[in-house]
């Protein structure tokens, strides 16, 4: 798990949030203002920070500017903001500074740990791409041999990790599933909400959706709809029908969903069209990369 620098002055706050990041997994080192926060930062080298704005000594504002202005080692570091001040400006204005990410108090903590999942793999991608490319400088100029797969942290995988989201309903068991998914490697992120994904979808960045019909709050059709008309966002999205669904005969072309299965779910056919959208992924990534 990653390294992960919190700084925030109210203490019942910052104990919050370190007690949710330490239960993720994550280690996390503590800073009360934004002075000793960039004093940690600059020892700790760590994987993300998550910084209050308004705090004495040095404000977060301060932090990030130092941060991106005079340390390039950090450059890939993600910096998110958690304020109490939710006017557009101040988001802007963060934003401009260089934060990646920008969260109102109080603190949504499911949301913070998905922002945070992202982040980090966000990360991980770009360190990825940058091995690959000074591995394949390192071929040109020796003449060696180039690896074109380079080894996954979680062990061999015919493809590329994929970031998947899961939206269910909670009356719908997606243990076998979820298990599925996470043994072979994935990154996977569940929620129950449909409306929240749509409100983040930028910042959960997902590469495959898994939905059931029916979410806490919006129907699949509905929520899918809605996320094609922005015309921005083209992962595939697999459906996940109750039993009780009447067969109907354009079932198979259902429009905006890249293919349907029926609950109880097939895993290890469904594990069979991860895996090939898995290898697309990775094809393609290899296609821009030697282009």
């Known amino acids: 798990m990653a390294k992960i620098v919190c700084i925030e002055d109210e203490p019942d706050i910052r104990e919050d949030i370190v007690e949710t990041l330490v239960l993720a997994g994550h280690t996390v080192v503590q800073a009360e203002n934004g002075q000793i926060g960039l004093e940690v930062i600059l020892r700790e080298k760590p994987d993300l920070v998550i910084s209050d704005i308004t705090m004495p000594v040095m404000d ?5 500017y130092k941060i991106r202005t005079e340390h390039e080692e950090l450059a890939d570091m993600p910096f998110v903001f958690l304020s109490a001040l939710a006017d557009r400006k101040d988001q802007i204005n963060g934003r401009e500074t260089g934060a990646d990410e920008y969260l109102t108090k109080p603190v949504d903590f499911e949301l913070l740990q998905a922002v945070v999942n992202s982040r980090l793999r ?31 942290a979680q062990g061999p995988m015919d493809g590329a990790r994929l970031n998947i989201i899961s939206i269910a309903s909670e009356d719908v068991d997606m ?56 015309g921005e966002h083209a992962f595939p999205i697999i459906l996940l029908l109750p039993p009780s669904a009447a067969d ?12 349907h299965m029926r609950i109880p779910v097939d895993v290890k056919a469904l594990m069979q069209h991860i895996g090939g959208i898995s290898r697309h992924l990775r094809d393609c990534a290899d296609l821009l990369a030697t282009g």
């Open 248 to 259: 109907f005969p354009a079932m198979e072309k259902l429009p905006n969903f890249t293919l």
């Open 60 to 64: 977060g504002l301060g932090v990030v």
């Open 175 to 230: 243990t076998d599933i979820h298990q599925a998914i996470q043994s072979s490697g994935h990154a996977l992120y569940c929620l129950n909400s449909g409306r929240k994904f749509l409100e983040h979808v930028e910042t959960l960045a997902p590469d495959l959706l898994l939905v059931t019909f029916d979410s806490a709050d919006i129907q699949a059709p509905m929520m899918v709809k809605m996320l094609r008309e922005s």
């Open 122 to 152: 966000q990360v991980e991608r770009m360190r990825n791409q940058k091995d690959r490319q000074l591995l394949k400088m390192y071929g040109a100029l020796t003449r060696a041999p180039v690896l074109e797969d380079m080894p996954n």
